[in-house]
Nanobody, 123 residues
Framework: QVQLVESGGGLVQAGGSLRLSCVASGRTFRSYAMGWFRQAPGKEREQVAAISWGGASSTYADSVKGRFTISRDNAKNTVYLQMNSLKPEDTAVHYC????????????????WGQGTQVTVSS
């Protein structure tokens, strides 16, 4: 039972900031590393950032490193993505997903990508 609900997206001007939230249901949240992914129209889904189950380690795509920060609050079953200095190329639907490890793949068989949350950055 890993059900995730993303929120926090919206329309923002280039250079602005957004904070995305991903709330997980059930008691299994703390057992997983978590990742944020994004998919723009006509593009493949790509990983933006990931964080270990305890929050001690994280990784970022080169395109967002230095601008985005992933964090988690296991007491709230929530993972966050703070996005600063947003660029138009950040425009995409953003999803969260559990991972085997911080640097590994999403959990095998995971298919509950859900609706995601739309981030639109205007120039």
């Amino acid at each position: 039972q890993v059900q995730l609900v993303e929120s926090g997206g919206g329309l923002v001007q280039a250079g602005g900031s957004l904070r995305l939230s991903c709330v997980a249901s059930g008691r299994t949240f703390r057992s997983y590393a978590m990742g944020w992914f994004r998919q723009a129209p006509g593009k493949e889904r790509e990983q933006v950032a990931a964080i270990s189950w305890g929050g001690a380690s994280s990784t970022y795509a080169d395109s967002v490193k230095g601008r985005f920060t992933i964090s988690r609050d296991n007491a709230k079953n929530t993972v966050y993505l703070q996005m600063n200095s947003l660029k138009p190329e950040d425009t995409a639907v953003h999803y969260c997903a559990p991972k085997v490890t911080t640097g590994g793949p999403v959990l095998p068989g995971f298919g509950s990508w859900g609706q995601g949350t739309q981030v639109t950055v205007s120039s």
